[in-house]
């Protein structure tokens, strides 16, 4: 059986262009379109859909009450924002992803109905798989489905075994769900947080300046979009720019951001590989904490195995509570997990380690 998709979107062009790319895919059952926000949740209520779209822009109410409702009815309903490109509709897709909603796709700009098709349809194809490989899977917490099954993973408890102290950085991956879950870590790290932090969130450009807006203003923390030519220091936040890679370099005393625009790796870019490649590079007395939450795919797995040899500390975001369990669960299957937090503690594992003989060289 296929998804059950439902549109809500007041554009009568843009319901066309969106039903008929959404039809044309395997996966999807049925597709179902309502232009206001009342009727999109009465379609919901007697559909039950699997995923809806939503537009945030609608004429009878506001999109956030929509989403908002949704997720009180129905907790477990995949909702998809459909956002425009423009830094108002990177703000609330945000603001939108951080209060539930799961993934966004970009309203195609091509100057005709099939260009336009075409640009819609390689943005709905990831974000369709992905939410018929939870469905499949039995919920928004399982992994993606595999063809074959992969071996069981026993996730270490946190606090079994003691961290090698003297850490000098903190280096996060995360994608789908990220938003969310960042919004549930970042502002919970103390303003007294003795290291820098650095984070890799699979995101396009515009949408990650956004994020860390977000974040900057709910965090204790100063987070920002780092740039080129940024130094690393203790009790900040680097968000690596949607679009480009971010590795952290030695030179001199200093710890130095550089950005690169090379070809993407796991498909993704900016990829936790190529961060987690270069602090492990870095290498000497300092060691890295890191973590891994919730998100599709295997990015950061093989960037966790160069860590690991540098004498990094791992926790990764326990499966009940990801949206997706697939890059906590490359980690974990791989052993190279330290331990296994639920995402609501977090913060307070990483505060505790952080605090833990730090190295005072950044």
Not at 163 to 188: D, H, M, N, Q
Request: hydrophobic residues 45%; proline residues 7%.
């Amino acid at each position: 059986m296929g998804l059950r998709v439902l549109v809500i979107e007041d554009s009568l062009v843009f319901q066309k262009i969106m039903a008929e790319v959404l039809r044309d895919l395997p996966c999807v059952e049925t597709v179902d379109v309502a232009g206001r926000g009342a009727d999109g949740l009465a379609a919901a209520e007697k559909n039950t859909p699997d995923v809806v779209f939503l537009d945030l822009h609608l004429p009878d109410m506001d999109g956030m009450a929509v989403l908002d409702q949704m997720k009180k009815r129905w907790p477990r309903l995949k909702v998809v924002v459909v956002s425009g490109l423009s830094i108002e509709g990177a703000d609330l897709t945000i603001a939108a992803l951080s209060r539930g909603a799961q993934q966004f796709v970009r309203k195609p700009t091509g100057s005709g109905f099939q260009q336009s098709v075409t640009m819609l349809r390689a943005e709905l194809e990831p974000v369709v798989a992905s939410v018929r490989s939870q469905v499949d899977g039995g919920g928004a917490s399982r992994p993606v489905v595999r063809t074959s099954a992969p071996p069981p993973v026993t996730a270490r408890p946190a606090g079994g075994r003691a961290p090698t102290c003297g850490f000098w950085v903190t280096a996060i991956a995360v994608s789908t769900g990220g938003p969310e879950a960042l919004s549930r870590v970042i502002p919970k790290l103390p303003a007294g947080y003795p290291l820098p932090v650095v984070i890799v969130q699979h995101m396009p450009p515009m949408f990650t300046l956004s994020l860390a807006r977000s974040l900057d203003a709910k965090s204790p923390l100063q987070v920002v979009e780092a740039a080129d030519g940024d130094i690393l220091k203790a009790g900040t936040v680097y968000i690596a720019p949607g679009g480009r890679h971010l590795a952290v370099f030695r030179e001199g005393t200093q710890s130095v951001c550089r950005l690169n625009d090379d070809p993407p790796e796991q498909n993704v870019r900016p990829a936790a590989d190529v961060l987690f490649r270069s602090l492990a590079r870095i290498g000497g007395p300092q060691r890295v904490l890191a973590a891994v939450m919730t998100g599709m795919g295997e990015d950061g797995l093989a960037g966790m195995r160069l860590l690991k040899g540098a004498g990094g500390w791992c926790v990764t975001q326990g499966e009940s509570s990801c949206v997706v369990y697939g890059m906590p669960r490359a980690i974990d299957a791989a052993g190279l997990s330290d331990e296994s937090v639920a995402l609501d503690e977090i913060a307070g594992r990483l505060t505790s380690l952080a605090a833990c003989g730090r190295v005072a060289r950044i």
